[in-house]
Nanobody, 121 residues
Framework: QVQLVESGGGLVQAGGSLRLSCAPS????????MGWFRQAPGKEREFVAT?????GSTDYAHSVKGRFTISRDNTVYLQMNSLKPVDTAVYYC?????????????????WGQGTQVTVSS
């Protein structure tokens, strides 16, 4: 039943890097916009990054701009550099029928199971 599968999370020291992957399972999302969101303990889910169906446009939360990069082929990636403890969260990938992507979680129709990212100081 799961159609998006995240991987690549883990424990990393501040200043380090991780690359998250979001692979389709059972179907293709080649015509969908894609996004990454995250949720820290006790916090609301927040937007991280989004990418259009063809990879031609991207958008980022201010807090990650210049540090994170979203990209896609058949898989969606989130390259995370210069990680900070405040980046600690469960990271979710999602797919939206809005081909240009979106920063709003309610625009997304499909969600992955999440992958934990922990950044130590």
């Amino acid at each position: 039943q799961v159609q998006l599968v995240e991987s690549g999370g883990g424990l990393v020291q501040a200043g380090g890097s991780l690359r998250l992957s979001c692979a389709p399972s059972g179907r293709t999302f080649s015509t969908y916009g894609m996004g990454w969101f995250r949720q820290a303990p006790g916090k609301e889910r927040e937007f991280v990054a989004t990418i259009s169906w063809d990879g031609g446009s991207t958008d980022y939360a201010h807090s990650v701009k210049g540090r994170f990069t979203i990209s896609r082929d058949n898989t969606v990636y989130l390259q995370m550099n210069s990680l900070k403890p405040v980046d600690t969260a469960v990271y979710y990938c999602a797919a939206t029928a809005l081909a240009g992507g979106s920063s709003k979680d309610h625009d997304y129709n499909y969600w992955g199971q999440g992958t934990q990212v922990t950044v130590s100081s």
